[in-house]
């Protein structure tokens, strides 16, 4: 069983990503946005569901990880309780974890996916200074790094050979 988390700002390709590595391995694709999604509907304000939407998102990967699935995290991962959260819960599981980030170089090309993808109602439109943020944070440990600009099957490919080569080291 593998915890696989993603980083990166939004419109980098994370959830494209996730979602076809998941269909690869076989995972469970876990979605921060869905999660938040269904809690904003409810009309809770949207400072109270980003934290629960990430309580709901650990207790769904642990609950999938019991049940013997490997899971995908599909969130921005700016703050660092989220990679150490992330990291926890698969040490409690036994279960390998790595990280990935999604990375698009090209602005424009972020800003033309925001615009035109068929969004949740908590993804945003356009883009923003994650790192601006109190508290954000670039991940400092070691990762993946996908440039999305590549087709989606090469980075798959490529996250699947990372993820291999830390179930062999952890296994060793």
Not at 73 to 97: C, K, L, M, N, T
Not at 125 to 136: E, F, H, V
Request: proline share 6%; aromatic share 4%; with cysteine.
């Amino acid at each position: 069983m593998m915890v696989i988390q993603f980083h990166g700002e939004p419109g980098s390709g994370k959830t494209t990503v996730a979602r076809a590595l998941a269909a690869r391995l076989p995972a469970i694709h876990l979605d921060k946005d869905v999660v938040m999604s269904a809690i904003v509907r409810t009309r809770i304000p949207r400072e109270v569901a980003g934290p629960a939407s990430y309580e709901a998102l650990w207790d769904l990967c642990r609950a999938m990880l019991e049940q013997g699935h490997s899971v995908i995290v599909d969130s921005p991962a700016y703050w660092p309780v989220i990679e150490q959260r992330g990291r926890g819960i698969a040490r409690e599981a036994r279960a390998g974890y790595v990280l990935i980030e999604t990375q698009c170089a090209d602005t424009a090309e972020i800003d033309r996916r925001l615009a035109t993808r068929e969004g949740l109602i908590t993804n945003p439109t356009a883009r923003q200074d994650w790192l601006a943020i109190p508290g954000t944070r670039e991940p400092h440990r070691t990762r993946l790094v996908l440039n999305t600009l590549r087709p989606v099957e090469e980075l798959v490919d490529e996250a699947i050979a990372y993820i291999e080569q830390a179930r062999k080291a952890a296994a060793s």
